[in-house]
């Protein structure tokens, strides 16, 4: 049995999806299509998307619906996290150079994912915890 491929979206790849069409992400999205992959998100991650969503994004400003549709299809597309962190699992994080960042890790850990995609761009495991390997989405 293949095991899927577990993700943790940064917001910037979340944005390259769902509002730019950004060829780059095909291979996240046909992995995620084909079953090969799926993502998981939690409430501080899917809250900075929906902030984040409210910008202007590169002169292009989505209006309320827009945001809402684009905060669905992030639900359909994921499994949300609700399980909480323990402290002592977050000390044991590598530190994102980004503190923003960080929120990421931490939501890759409870699911134990083999991939994440801060856009930190830099390889980093955890002790006691699957690897996690930090992605852009370039």
Same mark, same amino acid.
């Given at each position: 049995?293949?095991?899927?491929?577990?993700?943790v979206l940064d917001t910037h790849v979340w944005?390259?999806?769902?509002?730019?069409?950004?060829?780059?992400?095909?291979?996240?999205?046909?992995?995620?299509?084909?079953?090969?992959?799926?993502?998981?998100?939690?409430?501080?991650?899917?809250?900075?998307?929906?902030?984040?969503?409210?910008?202007?994004?590169?002169?292009?400003?989505?209006?309320?619906?827009? *945001?809402?549709?684009?905060?669905?299809?992030?639900?359909?597309?994921?499994?949300?996290?609700?399980?909480?962190?323990?402290e002592p699992q977050r000390?044991?994080?590598?530190?994102?150079?980004?503190?923003?960042? *960080?929120?990421?890790?931490?939501?890759?850990?409870?699911?134990?994912?083999?991939?994440?995609?801060?856009?930190?761009?830099?390889?980093?495991?955890?002790?006691?915890?699957?690897?996690?390997?930090?992605?852009?989405?370039?």
């Open positions: 049995m293949l095991t899927r491929l577990r993700l944005l390259d999806w769902l509002v730019f069409d950004d060829p780059g992400i095909a291979r996240i999205r046909n992995a995620v299509g084909l079953k090969r992959a799926e993502i998981f998100i939690d409430a501080a991650c899917e809250a900075e998307l929906a902030r984040v969503l409210a910008y202007d994004l590169h002169k292009r400003r989505l209006d309320a619906a827009a *945001q809402a549709a684009c905060i669905a299809q992030c639900r359909r597309l994921s499994h949300r996290i609700d399980a909480t962190l323990p000390a044991g994080l590598p530190r994102c150079r980004d503190p923003d960042d *960080q929120k990421f890790l931490e939501a890759a850990l409870p699911r134990t994912p083999t991939s994440s995609s801060p856009r930190t761009g830099r390889s980093c495991t955890s002790p006691g915890a699957a690897p996690v390997r930090c992605r852009s989405a370039s």
